[in-house]
């Protein structure tokens, strides 16, 4: 059974699915196409699989003429038809994984998509989580869902799980370049999964020893993240106080050669990883009687920037004599990093939340989002960044550190301005500029 299913691979001539088509999921069906193999991508919204079929792309990180290409001939076909499935050899499953109200792992959208393999599932067929998630959901959420199809996992269908490792807007590392980490329920599972990427990927392929040690890998990956930018944060707030520029500090720290790596403050973490991962990994260890006490401090403080930039921006204003209920407030970037229009659990939203709620005037101007809704909130951005629209603002708040926004004639034009992410770096003349 392996070797038909590794030569189908080895040959190009497997078929392979992708659950997903978002800012994983296409991405990584695109690479599959582009390596030759026959794509079925799947996803619940139509839009999305209609805009695939013509071509259009959707998502930064994707070539345009790539998906065009790739589509013409034939190699890539999106649909919400999960029976097709059933032509898949294999089957990767990149669907969301957030959390729900209480801070827990919702991980429905997973659970739903292998639930929605059962009756297509057949033998010599290879499943793979890429979706983030806590340690022990390959094999306990996902295999006995899957085994309801009456096959036995490692016998008559292989399991793993690969964590995806997509930076967005990153300009170097993309999907095909970026080394894969992949774990199977079997030897047998990580080789058949493995020998898939290698097919695909221009980056090596590390084999670890179960789907755990996989998931828990990527857990590691962005807790360390989060605890080093908790640190910092922590140390830009006690460097206030202090009077000491924290953004000289890191610059001085980095020019040890060994032994250090920089990490920035800003207004808080987003994305769909940094700031969720954390949580996924103290809520499996209450299972174990064991609570992550570093990790979970560091979640505190950078939970907590949000407020803190509200804080600062109020001191701001009233040391000119203006109170924020009433202030109007211009907010540069929604975006939750530089240069993307990705803005999935932005810090930038969770501030103007502080701000509307303290009876500010908000506006905000990124020229990567034109609209964001979260929850109730719905906003536009201000179309153009006018030497009036500066004028106006009591206060300007960078809260994203786009690249394509002149900072000289933000400076040239606002009042004040609150700069959370030192994006205004090079400006010379700073008499009206605050950094956090």
Not at 112 to 134: F, Q, R, W
Not at 135 to 149: C, M
Not at 160 to 184: C, Q
Request: charged share 25%; proline share 5%.
């Amino acid at each position: 059974m392996q070797s038909t299913l590794k030569e189908k691979l080895l040959t190009k001539t497997a078929r392979l699915g992708v659950i997903g088509l978002g800012y994983v999921g296409l991405p990584l069906a695109v690479e599959k196409a582009k390596a030759g193999f026959k794509v079925i991508g799947f996803d619940v919204q139509s839009k999305k699989v209609a805009m695939v079929n013509r071509g259009e792309n959707y998502i930064g990180d994707v070539v345009n003429e790539d998906l065009v290409e790739i589509v013409a001939s034939g190699n890539l076909v999106a649909t919400t038809d999960y029976s097709e499935a059933a032509s898949c050899d294999c089957v990767c499953i990149a669907v969301p994984t957030p959390l729900d109200v209480y801070q827990q792992p919702d991980i429905s959208y997973v659970k739903a998509s292998a639930e929605g393999l059962i009756p297509y599932m057949h033998k010599d067929m290879l499943v793979v989580l890429e979706s983030t998630t806590y340690p022990g959901t390959t094999e306990e959420l996902l295999k006995p869902i899957l085994e309801k199809s009456g096959l036995k996992c490692g016998e008559n269908f292989y399991l793993a799980f690969s964590p995806e490792r997509v930076d967005p807007g990153n300009l170097i590392y993309k999907t095909k370049n970026t080394p894969k980490v992949v774990g199977g329920i079997t030897p047998k599972c990580t080789d058949i999964a493995a020998t898939m990427y290698e097919m695909i990927l221009s980056a090596p392929v590390h084999r670890v020893s179960s789907p755990a040690v996989a998931e828990m890998e990527k857990i590691l990956e962005n807790t360390y993240r989060n605890v080093n930018i908790g640190l910092v944060n922590e140390l830009a707030m006690l460097c206030n106080k202090m009077g000491i520029s924290i953004w000289e500090v890191i610059d001085a720290a980095k020019t040890k050669p060994y032994g250090f790596q920089a990490f920035y403050p800003g207004p808080g973490l987003g994305g769909h990883c940094i700031p969720l991962d954390p949580y996924y990994l103290s809520w499996k260890a209450r299972e174990y009687g064991f609570h992550t006490s570093m990790i979970e401090a560091s979640m505190m403080v950078n939970d907590g920037m949000p407020e803190y930039v509200l804080g600062r921006a109020m001191k701001i204003l009233n040391r000119h004599k203006k109170a924020m209920n009433g202030a109007k407030v211009l907010v540069l970037g929604v975006a939750y990093k530089q240069d993307i229009d990705d803005y999935r659990e932005s810090p930038a939203i969770r501030v103007i939340e502080h701000l509307l709620k303290e009876g500010a005037d908000v506006s905000y101007f990124d020229p990567w989002v034109e609209k964001f809704q979260e929850g109730d909130l719905v906003m536009h951005s201000i179309k153009e960044l006018t030497d009036t629209v500066l004028k106006n603002a009591d206060l300007v708040v960078i809260t994203t550190a786009h690249t394509n926004i002149d900072y000289d004639f933000v400076q040239k034009y606002a009042s004040f301005i609150f700069d959370t992410k030192n994006a205004m770096k090079e400006i010379t003349n700073r008499d009206n500029i605050e950094v956090l």
